[in-house]
C-alpha cells in the first residue's frame, strides 16, 4: 500500500505570498495518478490539479503541480484571500484511492 | 449543469441501519463511477469505494469492505451507501464524487454537498 505524506501541516502565509505545498509518495508513482484538491471550511472538495501538473476546468492558472516519481508539489503563486483553505494529494492505483492527510493554508 | 445532490443530514442511534443517496443530473449517470468519501469531525478524506452504475460493479477500501455497502440504482440515477448496524464512530460527512477515467487520469471532477451522520445513542 502506498502511503501519502503532506508537509508542512499548516502553512502561515499573507495573501499575496507564495505557497508551496509538498506531497511525497512511499514509493514512485505514475505522475498521471497524481491530483490535488482543494477544500474550504464547510464545502466538499474541488479537484484543482490532474496528471501532477494539469489544471482542472476553471482553475486559475496561480495554481500549479509539478514532481514525478515520490515527490510532487502543488504552487499558488500569489496567494488570494479564497485561497486559503485545506489542500490534499490524491493518488490512483490498484483500483483504489489514497488521499494524504492535507495541508492547511491559514491566514498569516 | 453537472450536479451530485446527497441526501440530507441524518441522526441515528447505534446499530440502527442507514442508507444515504447521491443523485446524479445533467450527464449520463452510467457512463462515470461513483466514488464515496468520508470525512470525520476535523480529519482529512477518506476513500471508501466506488460504483460502476452501468453494472453495479463496486470495489472498496480495504478499510471499508465489510462495514458498509455501496450500491445503485441506474434507472434513477442515484447511488446508495448504507449501514447495516450502524456505530458510533460512524459520525462523519461522507462524500459521493463522479469518478472520471480519461487518458489515463483517474480522479473526482464534480462532487455532492455531502451527507453529515450523527450516531449516538
Known amino acids: 500500500e502506498i502511503v501519502l505524506t503532506q508537509s508542512p501541516g499548516t502553512l502561515s502565509l499573507s495573501p499575496g505570498e507564495r505557497a508551496t505545498l509538498s506531497c511525497r509518495a512511499s514509493?514512485?508513482?505514475?505522475?498521471?495518478?497524481l491530483a490535488w484538491y482543494q477544500q474550504k471550511p464547510g464545502q466538499a472538495p474541488r479537484l484543482l490539479i490532474y496528471?501532477?501538473?494539469s489544471r482542472a476546468t476553471g482553475i486559475p492558472d496561480r495554481f500549479s503541480g509539478s514532481g514525478s516519481g515520490t515527490d510532487f508539489s502543488l504552487t499558488i503563486s500569489r496567494l488570494e484571500p479564497e485561497d486559503f483553505a485545506v489542500y490534499y494529494c490524491?493518488?490512483?492505483?490498484?483500483?483504489?484511492?489514497?488521499f494524504g492527510p492535507g495541508t492547511k493554508v491559514d491566514i498569516k | 449543469e453537472v450536479q451530485l445532490v446527497q441526501s440530507g443530514a441524518e441522526v441515528k442511534k447505534p446499530g440502527e441501519s442507514l442508507r444515504i443517496s447521491c443523485k446524479g443530473s445533467?450527464?449520463?449517470?452510467?457512463?462515470?463511477?461513483i466514488s464515496w468519501v468520508r470525512q470525520m469531525p476535523g480529519k482529512g478524506l477518506e476513500w471508501m469505494g466506488n460504483?460502476?452504475?452501468?453494472?453495479?460493479?463496486?470495489n472498496y477500501s480495504p478499510s471499508f469492505q465489510g462495514h458498509v455497502t455501496i450500491s445503485a440504482d441506474k434507472s434513477i440515477s442515484t447511488a446508495y451507501l448504507q449501514w447495516s448496524s450502524l456505530k458510533a464512530s460512524d459520525t462523519a460527512m461522507y462524500y459521493c464524487?463522479?469518478?472520471?477515467?480519461?487518458?489515463?487520469?483517474?480522479?473526482?471532477?464534480?462532487w455532492g454537498q455531502g451527507t453529515t451522520v450523527t450516531v449516538s445513542s
Open positions: 464524487a463522479r469518478r472520471i477515467a480519461a487518458r489515463g487520469y483517474y480522479v473526482m471532477d464534480v
Open positions: 490524491q493518488l490512483y492505483g490498484s483500483s483504489l484511492f489514497t
Open positions: 445533467g450527464y449520463s449517470f452510467t457512463s462515470y463511477w
Open positions: 514509493q514512485s508513482v505514475s505522475s498521471s495518478y
Open positions: 496528471g501532477a501538473s
Open positions: 460504483i460502476d452504475p452501468s453494472d453495479s460493479y463496486t
